[in-house]
T-cell receptor, first 116, second 111 residues
Framework: EAGVVQSPRYKIIEKKQPVAFWCNPISGHNTLYWYRQNLGQGPELLIRYENEEAVDDSQLPKDRFSAERLKGVDSTLKIQPAELGDSAVYLC??????????????FGPGTRLTVT | SQQGEEDPQALSIQEGENATMNCSYKTSINNLQWYRQNSGRGLVHLILIRSNEREKHSGRLRVTLDTSKKSSSLLITASRAADTASYFCATEGEYGNKLVFGAGTILRVKS
């Protein structure tokens, strides 16, 4: 079974440029998460989707970050414009329907973003 | 903000020795999970322990949970070089399945 797929794996951009990350979750997983992980820290949740609905985006900096999950499968996270402080690893994860219980999350390999 | 705090920040042991990592948290939880992260395999779920459980085993892993002290420990027995990684505890609050990760413990197992 394929795991969570993310692309690109690495991205280097100049500040003020836009950037987008793509995630394909494990088939059958209704819940999708985007995390940001700074160097030496644990992941921090940016947004959580239950199917197409964003049910927790309280940590998403909405002035420059946006996300979508059309059709409740793939998801895209966008930053526009990027700032130096956005340099981090962006992780996507998925799990079974979290509303029914607590399930482990399966993480993708992440996208390492460097903003210069 | 990160709820869990792992201790120690870094740990270096010889292959075959046991490794113990601790996690403390601040608010009531539904469950606590441990994850491992290394460059080869990314972030991988190891074990989940619910708030009404006190101990759980999975292979060479043993996790304990003390909700009165708001703490958990992860024991890896008979460590191997392949166990070299960062280990994170993550807590899920009572009212939702939002995971809050700690900063992690870096484990190095020397062969």
């Amino acid at each position: 079974e394929a795991g969570v797929v993310q692309s690109p794996r690495y991205k280097i951009i100049e500040k003020k440029q836009p950037v987008a990350f793509w995630c394909n979750p494990i088939s059958g997983h209704n819940t999708l998460y985007w995390y940001r992980q700074n160097l030496g820290q644990g992941p921090e949740l940016l947004i959580r989707y239950e199917n197409e609905e964003a049910v927790d985006d309280s940590q998403l900096p909405k002035d420059r970050f946006s996300a979508e999950r059309l059709k409740g499968v793939d998801s895209t996270l966008k930053i526009q414009p990027a700032e130096l402080g956005d340099s981090a690893v962006y992780l996507c994860a998925s799990s079974l329907d979290g509303r029914e219980g607590s399930y482990e999350q399966y993480f993708g390999p992440g996208t390492r973003l460097t903003v210069t | 903000s990160q709820q869990g705090e792992e201790d120690p920040q870094a740990l270096s042991i010889q292959e075959g020795e046991n490794a113990t990592m601790n996690c403390s948290y601040k608010t009531s939880i539904n469950n606590l999970q441990w994850y491992r992260q290394n460059s080869g395999r990314g972030l991988v779920h190891l074990i989940l322990i619910r708030s009404n459980e006190r101990e759980k085993h999975s292979g060479r892993l043993r996790v304990t949970l003390d909700t009165s002290k708001k703490s958990s420990s992860l024991l890896i027995t008979a460590s191997r070089a392949a166990d070299t990684a960062s280990y994170f505890c993550a807590t899920e609050g009572e009212y939702g399945n939002k995971l809050v990760f700690g900063a992690g413990t870096i484990l190095r197992v020397k062969s």
